[in-house]
Each structure stands twice: as structure tokens, then as C-alpha cells.
């Protein structure tokens, strides 16, 4: 995965990551015993991410979020769609 995109769904990538990561790590024993960093699991991991935290933000654009909130978040999937 690449990791050349937006700072926001970089962002928004890692929330989900560790997001992804406490829920694991809280059910899966040998989950936790192979990753117990979360800080070093998004950091490795974040990048794999990537596509649900767009999913997330194309999301938040259909919901009821500041028209300027949702204005950045436009930008932002424009301005990483051109990196692509």
C-alpha cells in the first residue's frame, strides 16, 4: 500500500487502525501476544487501512457534519485521488 496520501485519511487510517487493533487485541489472546504495541501496530500497519478510512470519509459526507467539516474532507479525497 502506498503511503502516499492525504494527511487527513492518513489520519483517519491510523484511528481505524488502532481502532481495529483494541478490538483484536481485547478478543484474541495470540492476536495480542504477537502485536503488544498498539503505537508500533498502526505504525507498521496503518497504510493497510487506507481504503476503509475513505470509505469512512466519503460516509461522513452524507451525514449531518458543518458544511466546512464535510468542504475538508472533499478536498482531502480530491487532493489524494491526484496522488494516485
Do not use: C
Request: glycine letters at 2%.
Amino acid at each position: 500500500m502506498s503511503r502516499h496520501v492525504h494527511k487527513l485519511i492518513a489520519e483517519t487510517a491510523k484511528g481505524v487502525a488502532a481502532e481495529w487493533y483494541a478490538d483484536s487485541a481485547r478478543h484474541d489472546n495470540a492476536f495480542y501476544r504477537a502485536n503488544p504495541s498498539e503505537d508500533q501496530f498502526v505504525r507498521h500497519n496503518w497504510g493497510m487501512f487506507v481504503e476503509i478510512a475513505r470509505t469512512v470519509l466519503v460516509s461522513m459526507l452524507r451525514m449531518n457534519y458543518p458544511e466546512h467539516t464535510k468542504a475538508e474532507i472533499y478536498e482531502a479525497l480530491l487532493h489524494n485521488h491526484a496522488l494516485h
